[in-house]
């Protein structure tokens, strides 16, 4: 429901808060008074074309806002948490205008595209005039309204989920059918490069170990012959380092009453002696055990070249091909069977397509009854508005080339308006008098299961009269009983049903003009009453029969 209207600088609009209630509020004023201006700044709020030359002549921008209480709306709750635009209870729709003709849309203080305003706004109000936002003239509309009508909502959401699962198994049997070709190729190759990996037989950390044993292998020669160098310094019988250590030895040895300093030095060259001959010792040991072993080098480098072989074929570093080997090994396996597989994604896109066509031929049939009855009651209601002539036939033409989410059917209101004539689309036939009375109409009998809690009409009352007149009114306060209905009128008859009265009129000066809104009360509710009835000369007459109409009302 619309709770809060503020404009701001629109137009003839120079600040307007604007406090609105459940039941019908009738809006009226004179003719050139502005009556439609709210209308229009509602509807920029719901995504409608934004005018800079709506901006208010001296002003830089134009602000509107309107603010809704969403909590008996669970299609606007559910679709605000789907877009992170949370609200408890109130929701927030909000248009900026500049004079340079730049335009931005809020929702909740979120900036978002002016294409979520109008997905928002047509679950929040439905504006039934002559202007572009009239939603009765949507196909979609017409079938809502019928599945609302009918309470199809669980067949509707059953006949999409089954849409889905067969769009999905279709478009899965049909990416598998249109590339056979590259799928077995893909497989063929995955099969050799599995292969290939699984002759390598590659285990874990066998490569490092295999670089590191090749390292020692190939420097073999290099470690004997430097052992052997090793070992002669060591041991030479003329200049060897024994012999020399010997000789050295032996000086000192000789030597009677040494100092400290040369006991020292004797001690430090019999460890020195004793030390390279535990180290040409273990060089010894080392080169009697030493086994060249060529064939296993050459095992060695050929596995480790094959290694890198394969790891550039895939572009990868060596150290991956084992998560390469589990990676292909496991694609493989998914594509298994192609030819298997094509013929399982086949039957199960039947299967998915004979589930929807049974629930959307269900769905079918339903509508069929309903548009009958829905019709009729259409009908009755027109001729209660002074639309005795007129007929309205509701189409349901149900084809499997029609097949979408909502079902297989094209679903239209037709009408035609003078005997013996075809029934066309509303938009062909009706005028926008009569188009606003068909939608009363309609409104009238789908208010009971209506989701769009706030109904506008803009002089829904043009072309009619008299008794006429009294019926609509009591229809529109019968629709605002159930919910909220705005209805721009001229018409005392109508008016004189709202529970709530807005009166527009424009004050002007010799610099600007300016529209202003007044909530009618007591007293001046009848006074603006009596003015519709009798124009700018009231009597006591017109104002005891506008105090009358509106007891009456009440």
Same mark, same amino acid.
Request: glycine share 4%.
């Given at each position: 429901m619309l709770t809060h209207l503020s404009v701001q600088n629109f137009t003839l609009v120079d600040l307007l808060e604007l406090e609105l209630h459940r039941g019908m509020t009738a809006i009226t004023g004179e003719t050139g008074a502005?009556?439609? +201006?709210?209308?229009?700044?509602?509807?920029?709020?719901?995504? =409608?074309?934004? =005018?800079?030359?709506?901006? $208010?002549?001296?002003?830089? $921008?134009?602000d509107i806002c309107a603010t809704f209480d969403v909590s008996n709306i669970p299609r606007a709750r559910q679709w605000l948490d789907q877009h992170d635009l949370d609200s408890e209870t109130d929701?927030?729709? $909000?248009r900026v205008v500049t004079r340079e003709g730049r335009s931005r849309g809020y929702i909740n203080g979120q900036p978002v595209p002016l294409a979520q305003l109008k997905e !928002?706004? *047509?679950? !929040? +109000?439905? +504006? &039934?005039?002559?202007h572009a936002h009239q939603s009765l003239l949507k196909k979609e509309t017409h079938r809502r309204l019928l599945d609302d009508y009918a309470n199809h909502q669980a067949l509707v959401q059953e006949c999409k989920v089954r849409y889905r699962e067969w769009q999905t198994a279709q478009k899965r049997f049909q990416e598998w059918r249109d590339n056979a070709e590259e799928i077995t190729a893909r497989a063929q190759l995955l099969r050799y490069q599995v292969q290939e990996l699984d002759a390598l037989d590659l285990t874990e /950390? *066998?490569? %490092?170990?295999?670089?590191?044993? @090749?390292?020692?292998l190939a420097s073999a020669d290099t470690l004997l012959h430097n052992s052997q160098l090793v070992t002669q310094i060591c041991d030479n019988e003329e200049s060897g380092l024994l012999t020399t250590l010997n000789k050295a030895l032996h000086l000192l040895q000789a030597l009677s009453d040494k100092p400290a300093a040369l006991n020292s030095a004797e001690e430090l060259l019999l460890s020195a002696q004793i030390q390279i001959q535990e180290a040409q010792s273990e060089i010894s040991h080392h080169i009697d055990s030493f086994e060249? %072993?060529? @064939?296993?080098?050459?095992?060695?480098?050929?596995r480790l070249s094959s290694c890198y072989e394969i790891a550039r074929k895939h572009r990868i570093s060596?150290? =991956?091909l084992l998560q390469l080997h589990k990676d292909l090994a496991t694609e493989l396996e998914e594509l298994g069977d192609s030819d298997g597989q094509l013929d399982e994604l086949e039957a199960l896109a039947r299967a998915c397509e004979d589930a929807y066509l049974s629930c959307a031929n269900t769905l079918s049939s339903q509508r069929?009854?309903?548009?009958? @009855?829905?019709?009729?009651?259409? /009908?009755? @209601? !027109? &001729? =209660? !508005?002074?639309?005795?002539?007129? &007929?309205?036939? +509701?189409?349901v033409d149900s084809n499997p080339a029609h097949s979408s989410p909502h079902g297989l059917d094209d679903i239209e209101f037709l009408i035609s308006t003078n005997p013996g004539q075809t029934p066309k689309a509303l938009a062909k036939v009706a005028s926008g008098g009569e188009l606003s009375r068909v939608s009363l109409a309609i409104q009238v009998v789908t208010a009971q299961s209506s989701t769009i809690p706030t109904l506008v009409f803009d002089e829904v009352d043009v072309g009619i009269g008299g008794a006429t007149a009294d019926v609509v009114g009591d229809l529109l306060r019968k629709l605002g009983q159930q919910g909220q209905v705005l209805c721009v009128t001229h018409l005392p008859q109508v008016a004189s049903k709202g529970h709530q009265h807005l009166q527009v009129h424009k004050e002007t000066d010799k610099q600007s003009a300016q529209t202003a809104l007044i909530n009618l009360n007591g007293d001046d509710k009848i006074m603006e009453i009596a003015r519709m009835m009798g124009g700018a000369q009231m009597t006591k007459q017109t104002i005891?029969?506008? $105090? *009358?109409?509106l007891e009456m009302a009440e």
């Open positions: 502005g009556k439609s +201006i709210l209308l229009d700044a509602l509807s920029l709020t719901l995504g =409608d074309r934004a =005018d800079p030359d709506r901006v $208010r002549a001296g002003r830089e $921008r134009a929701c927030l729709l $909000r !928002l706004g *047509e679950m !929040l +109000i439905d +504006i &039934h005039s002559q /950390n *066998e490569l %490092d170990d295999m670089e590191a044993e @090749q390292r020692q060249m %072993d060529p @064939q296993r080098l050459s095992y060695i480098e050929d060596p150290a =991956d069929l009854k309903a548009a009958k @009855q829905l019709q009729k009651a259409i /009908n009755l @209601q !027109l &001729h =209660d !508005l002074a639309m005795k002539s007129a &007929h309205l036939a +509701i189409t005891a029969h506008a $105090r *009358e109409m």
